[in-house]
């Protein structure tokens, strides 16, 4: 939302038309209940603040009393989509605009267009096109105006975007890998052109998270770790990469290759380093080695290494803020937690896969059932309810591939990413105990000077206060690589905490898009059965109009 | 006029959560009461109730299998005995696994629970009552003396039943397993009625069996999908509350709307479950019935012809003519009987069957359509949510409660 930050909700202004409780309108069977979404005028204040959220704020319009009082509803307020309404409506908006001059003609003629829409829509119900409910109506219209806004907003620019498509296999036999095509396309000026693209495979990839890991961790950086290597996976797509569990790992892995690169580059310090640039552009990458131990299993064992060390030492750091201490158990209990909500939708991906299988077998049983039946209206019924099933099988199939793809993917990531942000914290520890070591180094080389001293060896001594100069220079630098270190985790984490946010939040977003188309193509299947049984079989007195009824279709 | 309708008595209350249900170990625990509104003169009191155990019911519908008199007729299908087999081992498994949950999850975990064992609970009460009723307005059966005993006789029937089994001991099972060598052995049909019904009935058992089998599967994974909501509902919920950054809210709403879901996803489970998968199961049963009737008369007309085959060696022989005769006219007789019977009630059978389904598919559809509203209600919902993440949050405070309305 391009609004600006310290935006107040704006006060809904006052009412002209009588108010009833909100609770006459909660009757269930009543027609007019059903229809509160569109008559409340309240809502339609809010239809138009969705649009013209600047216009809202520089001009109030007679609409209902503030969100606080939810008890009082119009009851009689002119239709937003009748069609004398819509008219009237949409000159107001733009003179009003137009002498306010604060928004363009383009959010008029979105409102405009949707109101069109609405319209199409409406009409269509009264000419008994369409069955659906008001409340899909409405769902689907709130939907789109919705739509029509985060198109707007999306249009921000990234300073470097970067794409991860056309996976091809190369080559055959077991010497055969996958090429990805890698494209950027940037504004920076400190890569060779605007827009780019290199062929890369999947160990070169792993082959620049060695390099970033290697230099960056050392700053506490958080790398963003790469998917992990699967022989299983790989073996198969190698023997051929037609069958679909070849293809839906593919496309697992370039997903996630993609959504590996996109965070480095959007890692501020990471974007800088060479190395990165180098991976973007360079046209012939040479062959990464040693990517065995970036292996999932090998991954996991760098990370460990690292807290291992840390457990073994002796001193216990004595840290003057409990902000680190506080923020890795939070960091440690979320993995946890994660970890867990992973393995609950692994089993869902299963179960829904599971259902999607029985479904398909349930259909074609029913099939047959309905070729047996020698009653024709029932075996029609039967028939038809068979194909609906089919269909359905389908729908499940694809939120199968949503669960997995979007939200089981989400969840590894991080749980991948909260390893590395382990990761990070250990390396500040193991800053402080290079430190703690370089002092106890420079009290030894005291304590020899001292003795050189009382043993009077002039020659020797000489050496020590030369070593003793290096080490109270390393003790210097180590205690400022520590103290910058965890400024770095500090500010690394915070920043971690905020992408993750925005990821979450747009990946939730992504899923429930899905799911809600999934719905809808749910609730029409469930009305086509609904259709099937009822007519195929025959019932005497069930009309169309029984059926509106049933619907809360207003007439007209 | 004659009705007996069917209560239970559980013998355990499970109102209170902190107990642990006490799920009926056998099936002798399930106390019914059947209660019997009649006006005819043969029964002493025109209103009365007796406790019945699942098992009696079995040997109501042995004797009444083995009676010769009812030959011709379709036996209604016994009781399938009540099981709670599925929710006592999820029972077990959540008791296992309760360590490792919230507490939160585990309550929600056993109120599903409950409420599948409320169900099962339910179907088994229905089935039996559906016996009983399908007796009782039999012009013929209703009159059995054994179905009079077991509606009035105020006290245990065990000792009878003993008595029958000791009577028919395995005589019943050996005849089961015969019965489709007689039908499928091609003794010849002398009526085209009966070769149809005999093609069609054989067809439509091993597919209806099938497709019982099938949607059994189906609603057993729409009930493990909403019970993986219920858990990724309540770690969710964790996550949120330890969450102290911006993520907290989405996970909260990503929490509540799984928590619809599966409220969703389990009605629509069980109303399938009970709509349509028992509707596909005791149709199957009862197809199943009228092969037994179909056996029956193959076995009767095998006799006959055996007969038939007596009294011609008989003739040949001069030997014992007149008690071959008369036995191939019982033969005969017995034939014509089951014949003309199992004509009226196969017929019936038929419309009975195409009632009992249009029936049931529509209450199907209204409970579709409920679903339906439903999920109007949730996708809404989605909406709202996916407007609140877009800092839209006075909106989410309109949409809350007009979804309250839905």
């Known amino acids: 939302m391009a609004a600006s930050s310290d935006r107040n909700p704006p006060p809904f202004p006052a009412s002209e038309e009588p108010e009833t409780g909100l609770c006459d309108m909660a009757d269930g069977d009543s027609d007019e209940g059903e229809d509160i979404f569109v008559n409340n005028v309240r809502l339609r204040a809010f239809l138009l603040l969705l649009l013209c959220p600047s216009f809202v704020q520089s001009t109030p319009v007679a609409v209902s009393r503030g969100v606080s009082q939810p008890d009082q509803v119009s009851e009689e307020p002119p239709d937003l989509f009748s069609e004398e309404e819509a008219i009237s409506t949409a000159p107001t908006l733009s003179t009003t605009a137009k ?90 000026n400190m890569f060779r052109s605007k827009t780019f693209f290199v062929r890369r495979r999947f160990s070169d990839f792993l082959g620049l998270y060695e390099k970033l890991s290697v230099k960056q961790s050392l700053h506490g950086c958080i790398v963003p770790p790469p998917p992990e290597k699967s022989v299983v996976g790989m073996t198969k797509v190698k023997v051929g990469m037609d069958d679909p569990s070849s293809v839906e790992f593919v496309e697992r892995r370039r997903a996630a290759l993609e959504r590996y690169l996109q965070r480095v580059v959007s890692h501020p310090s990471l974007l800088q380093d060479p190395d990165v640039r180098e991976f973007l552009e360079r046209e012939d990458l040479p ?203 500090r500010k690394e984490v915070l920043r971690f905490e905020k992408e993750k946010a925005k990821d979450f939040k747009s990946q939730i977003i992504k899923y429930l898009e899905s799911m809600l188309q999934s719905e809808q193509r749910v609730m029409i299947h469930s009305h086509s059965k609904a259709y099937v049984y009822v007519f195929y079989s025959g019932v005497e007195g069930f009309s169309p109009e029984s059926w509106q009824r049933v619907y809360y279709i207003p007439d007209g | 006029m004659l009705k007996a309708t069917l209560k239970t008595k559980r013998l355990h209350s499970t109102q209170s959560v902190s107990d642990t249900p006490h799920l009926p ?55 399938p005995k009540p099981d709670f087999e599925g929710p006592r081992e999820k029972m077990h498994k ?40 399908r007796l009782s307005s039999h012009p013929i059966l209703n009159k059995d003396r054994n179905f009079q005993i077991f509606l009035e006789y105020d006290q245990d029937l065990s000792v009878r039943r003993k008595n029958a089994k000791e009577m028919f001991g395995g005589f019943f099972k050996n005849m089961v397993k015969s019965a489709d060598e007689v039908l499928i052995s091609g003794v010849k049909e002398v009526d085209d009625f009966f070769e149809q019904e005999k093609t069609f009935l054989l067809d439509y058992y091993s ?36 969450d102290s950054t911006a993520n907290k809210k989405h996970l909260e709403k990503m929490s509540d709307l799984f928590e619809k879901l599966r409220k969703v996803e389990g009605r629509v489970a069980s109303d399938q479950e009970l709509k349509l998968t028992e509707l596909l199961r005791y149709y199957m049963r009862d197809i199943q019935a009228a092969k037994d009737l179909l056996y029956r ?104 409660i007009l979804c309250e309305q839905i």
């Open chain 1, 99 to 188: 002498s306010n001059g604060v928004h363009s003609d383009d959010e008029n003629d979105l409102f405009a267009e949707l109101l069109a829409a609405v319209d199409c829509f409406h009409s269509g119900i009264s000419k008994g096109y369409f069955v659906l409910p008001p409340l899909e109506l409405k769902c689907g219209l709130l939907y789109y105006c919705f739509q029509q806004l985060e198109e707007e907003e999306a249009k921000d620019s990234f300073d470097v975007d970067v794409s991860v498509t056309s996976p091809e296999k190369i080559g055959d036999g077991m010497n055969a890998y996958v090429a990805y095509k890698v494209s950027t396309r940037t504004s920076l």
């Open chain 1, 287 to 489: 062959r990464a080695v040693n990517t065995q131990a970036l292996s999932g299993a090998g991954f996991l064992k760098m990370i460990n290494k690292a807290s291992d060390a840390v457990n073994k030492m002796t001193i216990k750091m004595n840290e003057s803020d409990t902000w680190f201490e506080d923020k890795f158990q939070e960091v440690e209990n979320e993995e946890q937690q994660l970890r867990k909500l992973h393995a609950v939708v692994d089993s869902l991906v299963n179960h829904r896969k599971e259902l999607c299988m029985n479904t398909a077998v349930f259909a074609k049983s029913m099939a047959m059932l309905g070729n047996s039946e020698d009653n024709t209206a029932l075996s029609r019924a039967l028939s038809q309810l068979a194909e609906v099933e089919d269909k359905m099988e389908q729908l499940h199939q694809e939120q199968a591939a949503s669960d997995f793809f979007i939200f089981a993917e989400l969840l590894a990531d991080y749980i991948r990413m909260l390893g590395a942000v382990r990761g990070c914290f250990d390396q500040r520890m193991r800053a402080w105990q290079r430190w703690q070591e370089a002092q106890s180094t420079l009290q030894k080389k005291r304590e020899a000077e001292a003795k050189l001293l009382w043993a009077n060896k002039p020659d020797k001594l000489q050496q020590a206060k030369e070593e003793i100069t290096e080490w109270e220079a390393r003790v210097t630098q180590y205690e400022r690589d520590f103290d910058r270190i965890g400024m770095t985790v």
């Open chain 2, 25 to 79: 170990q056998l099936s002798r625990e399930v106390k019914f009461t059947v209660h019997t509104k009649t006006t005819l003169s043969s029964f002493q009191k025109p209103e009365f109730s007796v406790p019945r155990q699942h098992e009696d019911f079995i040997w109501l519908h042995d004797t009444l299998v083995e009676t010769e008199d009812y030959a011709g007729l379709i036996i209604p299908p016994a009781p």
């Open chain 2, 94 to 133: 959540l008791g296992e696994g309760e360590a490792t949950m919230t507490k939160e999850e585990y309550t929600k975990m056993k109120q599903e629970l409950e409420a599948e064992y409320l169900a099962v609970f339910k179907k088994t009460v229905q089935v039996h009552e559906i016996f009983l009723q």
């Open chain 2, 207 to 242: 597919k209806i069996k099938d497709s019982t089998a099938k949607a059994e599967k189906m609603t057993r994974s729409h009930k493990n999908i909403a019970d993986d909501y219920i858990r990724i509902s309540a770690t969710l919920n964790s996550l949120s509350s330890d």
């Open chain 2, 297 to 400: 008369r193959a076995r009767a007309l095998a006799d006959y012809e055996n007969s038939n085959k007596a009294l011609d060696k008989a003739r040949l022989k001069s030997k014992d003519i007149p008690q071959a005769e008369e036995h191939q006219q019982q033969c005969l007789q017995k034939f014509d009987k089951l014949s003309e019977s199992g004509k009226k009630e196969l017929t019936s059978f038929k419309g009975r069957r195409v009632v009992a389904f249009r029936k049931n598919l529509i209450e199907m559809a209204e409970l579709e359509i409920k679903h339906a509203k439903v999920r109007s209600s949730i996708q809404l919902y989605y909406i709202c949510f996916i407007m609140c993440t877009n800092e839209l949050q006075y909106a989410w405070g309109i949409c809350k």
